[in-house]
């Protein structure tokens, strides 16, 4: 299915030295931050007290804040979660709080503030707690490095498929252009110190899925390119496999934005962060898997007779 057809090739090639200057400029910044600022670990990392909590009316979570920095809870996190009367208070692993009273002290600073702000009803005003939960930091460090060992498997698979069904450059080049997508998501998270959780974990992981995905559509019409046409240049081939997807691409990658966008808008905190990273990744993979992996294989030295299998004719014995 396409939108539009492109008669003439758009010489991509051309400016390939441009694009991969851009990406190494983004990727080296991007772990410059990683490096100086860090990732902002959510409590399944790190460990700490998770509290959910009900009122009857919509609190005032400002008013929550302040008075919980009050009472001594520091890097405490509170969100609506689900609608505006249920709220989820995140609170870190501290060496001087007893973790069994955790949850009593935070249900005792949040009585001190009335829904809405409004001196109402103490009933109405008072919340329920409906679900506390305990992450220690070794559990934490288990799903941390049980995180990295299911990213080091999908690049390991990644890489054995493509190598399979392609070529070893275009293996290489495919996962040195997924991995620029992984580091650059990462590094925004640094940048801004976005909460780096679970869900944003598995979103990074789709991504990488998701990069891979539009490389092997390019390196597909590539290599269907090579045997076809005979008379085209190595950049002539990229830049007609790139210009003859671009139609494939915007529909693929405009309608897979359209449902990211909606959880960004209206998913709420619960999705906010998860549906942030897929938007990165989706912008970036698009970049990566176009502009980043075909001038790597380029450069590697790809070439037509790589594919084309040179039949070699039997000799009769002779008498």
Known sequence: MEFFRIRKDIPFMRHALVFNVISLVTFLLAVFFLVNKGLHFSIEFTGGTLLEVNYAQAPDLDKLRKQMEADGFTDTQIQNFGSSRDVLIRVPLSKDAETS?????????????????????????????????????????????????????????????????FEWRFAVSAIIANLHDVVIILGFFALF???????????????????????????????????????????????????????????????????????????????????????????????????????????????REQFIQVKVEKQEAVV
């Open 101 to 165: 009273k955790v949850g009593e002290r935070v249900m005792a600073s949040l009585m001190k503030v009335g829904a809405g702000g409004t001196a109402g009803n103490q009933a109405d005003a008072a919340p329920t707690l409906k679900r506390v939960e305990f992450v220690g930091p070794q559990v934490g460090k288990e799903l941390a490095s049980d995180g990295a060992l299911a990213l080091l498997l999908v690049v390991c698979g990644i890489v054995l498929y493509l190598a399979m069904r």
């Open 193 to 303: 110190q976005w909460e780096f959780s679970l869900p944003v974990l598995a979103a990074v992981l789709a991504v990488l899925g998701y990069s891979v995905n539009e490389s092997v559509v390019v390196f597909d019409r590539v290599r269907e390119t090579f045997k076809k046409k005979r008379g085209m240049t190595t950049p002539e081939v990229l830049d007609h496999a790139i210009t003859s997807t671009i139609s494939r691409t915007i529909i693929t990658h405009g309608c897979t934005q359209m449902m990211v966008t909606s959880m960004l808008i209206f998913g709420g905190p619960a999705l906010h962060y998860f549906a942030l990273a897929l938007t990165i990744g989706i912008l970036f993979g698009i970049y990566s898997s176009v502009l980043v992996a075909s001038p790597l294989v380029m450069w590697m030295g790809v070439s």
